[in-house]
């Protein structure tokens, strides 16, 4: 177990912004990850966990916090079920399924996060979500002890799942896929990725800002992008900070940014959509910041 205090935020989020977290650890197996939990309870500290950070903003978390990132990556394959470890990369395991003919996972081969935070959050795209494969899901309690939910244990909705609102922490995940045509995979694979390079941006950010909303009375989600784009929303920036030309739902960090510059666009976009279209857009990126700065930004 190795405490880093003080620890710069830049390269722990796709947004590639800069700021200091009070207390950071990496976490390379199951001990380490005990030890540092005991730690934590020790020193009176809350426990935030990260994937890959790409879909997480770090600002000004308070220092009684303590950032975890777990590095076991393992992936094990037999017949068509997958168990893979949090730490391990969706496009890794989505391309391993591939090659093993396993379809299921097609729709991550481009997405740059973690099995552990995927299932956190049910990711998805291309109308389909990891909660689809899921099987079983190994957790371990902010205690050290170990637990495993069956699907069924896990309630779930758009880009959400009742984990984020336990003191449970994802060790690995059994995904069930289907035999399929390992061409027709690849091709299929293939042809989301031809999508994305047409239609979302390259650069440092965090994906998607905020969930689709549904629409009661149309009974259908609208797109977040969409609402943004009519609001004329594309190029809005603030200091080096600006919302993609090529997908509005994008926010884009195009030098060196602070995180709260990233939350004052955040703020500025979700404002002048509630006040043109009546519709309170929710952020689907986590925000990692003090209590008292979302509140400033109305985004607690």
Same mark, same amino acid.
């Given at each position: 177990?190795?405490?880093k205090?003080?620890?710069?935020?830049?390269?722990?989020?796709?947004?590639?912004?800069?700021?200091?977290?009070?207390?950071?650890?990496?976490?390379?197996?199951?001990?380490?990850?005990?030890?540092?939990?005991?730690?934590?309870?020790?020193?009176r500290? !809350?426990? #935030? +966990?990260?994937? *890959?950070?790409?879909?997480? =903003?770090?600002? @000004?978390?308070? %220092?009684? /916090?303590?950032?975890?990132?777990i590095?076991?990556?393992?992936?094990?394959?037999k017949?068509?079920?997958?168990?893979?470890?949090?730490?391990?990369?969706?496009?890794?395991?989505?391309?391993?399924?591939?090659?093993?003919?396993?379809?299921?996972?097609?729709?991550?081969?481009?997405?740059?996060?973690?099995?552990?935070?995927?299932?956190?959050?049910n990711?998805?795209?291309?109308?389909?979500?990891?909660?689809?494969?899921?099987?079983?899901?190994t957790?371990?309690?902010?205690?050290?002890v170990i637990?495993?939910?069956?699907?069924?244990?896990?309630?779930?909705?758009?880009?959400?799942?009742?984990?984020?609102? !336990?003191? #449970? +922490?994802?060790? *690995?995940?059994?995904?069930? =896929?289907?035999? @399929?045509?390992? %061409?027709? /995979?690849?091709?299929?694979?293939?042809?989301?990725?031809?999508?994305?390079?047409?239609?979302?941006?390259?650069?440092?950010?965090?994906?998607?800002?905020?969930?689709?909303?549904?629409?009661?009375?149309?009974?259908?989600?609208?797109?977040?992008g969409?609402?943004?784009?009519?609001?004329?929303?594309?190029?809005?920036?603030?200091n080096?900070?600006?919302?993609?030309?090529?997908?509005?739902?994008?926010?884009?960090?195009?030098?060196?940014?602070?995180?709260?510059?990233?939350?004052k666009?955040?703020s500025?976009?979700?404002?002048?959509?509630?006040?043109?279209?009546?519709?309170?857009?929710?952020?689907?990126?986590?925000?990692?910041?003090s209590?008292?700065?979302?509140?400033?930004?109305?985004?607690?």
């Amino acid at each position: 177990m190795n405490i880093k205090f003080n620890y710069k935020s830049n390269k722990l989020s796709t947004m590639r912004t800069m700021n200091m977290i009070h207390n950071y650890c990496d976490v390379n197996n199951i001990e380490d990850l005990k030890n540092v939990l005991k730690y934590a309870k020790e020193n009176r500290l !809350k426990i #935030l +966990i990260l994937g *890959n950070g790409s879909n997480t =903003l770090i600002g @000004d978390l308070p %220092d009684n /916090i303590l950032v975890i990132k777990i590095n076991m990556k393992n992936v094990e394959i037999k017949d068509n079920i997958i168990t893979a470890e949090c730490g391990a990369m969706l496009p890794y395991v989505s391309n391993l399924c591939a090659n093993n003919s396993l379809s299921g996972l097609e729709w991550a081969a481009q997405i740059p996060g973690s099995i552990g935070g995927a299932v956190i959050m049910n990711a998805g795209a291309f109308r389909s979500e990891i909660i689809d494969v899921i099987e079983t899901v190994t957790v371990m309690d902010y205690n050290g002890v170990i637990h495993e939910l069956n699907k069924s244990d896990i309630e779930h909705g758009n880009r959400w799942t009742n984990l984020q609102e !336990k003191e #449970l +922490i994802v060790i *690995n995940t059994k995904l069930k =896929l289907k035999h @399929d045509d390992k %061409d027709e /995979i690849k091709k299929r694979i293939h042809s989301y990725m031809e999508y994305r390079l047409k239609t979302q941006p390259k650069g440092c950010t965090l994906g998607s800002t905020f969930k689709g909303h549904y629409d009661e009375v149309q009974d259908k989600k609208i797109a977040a992008g969409l609402l943004i784009d009519q609001c004329n929303l594309k190029g809005l920036s603030y200091n080096n900070v600006v919302v993609s030309d090529k997908h509005a739902n994008f926010i884009m960090n195009n030098g060196e940014s602070d995180p709260e510059d990233v939350l004052k666009l955040v703020s500025k976009v979700r404002n002048t959509v509630f006040e043109e279209t009546g519709i309170k857009l929710e952020p689907e990126i986590r925000l990692w910041f003090s209590k008292e700065t979302l509140e400033k930004y109305d985004l607690l």
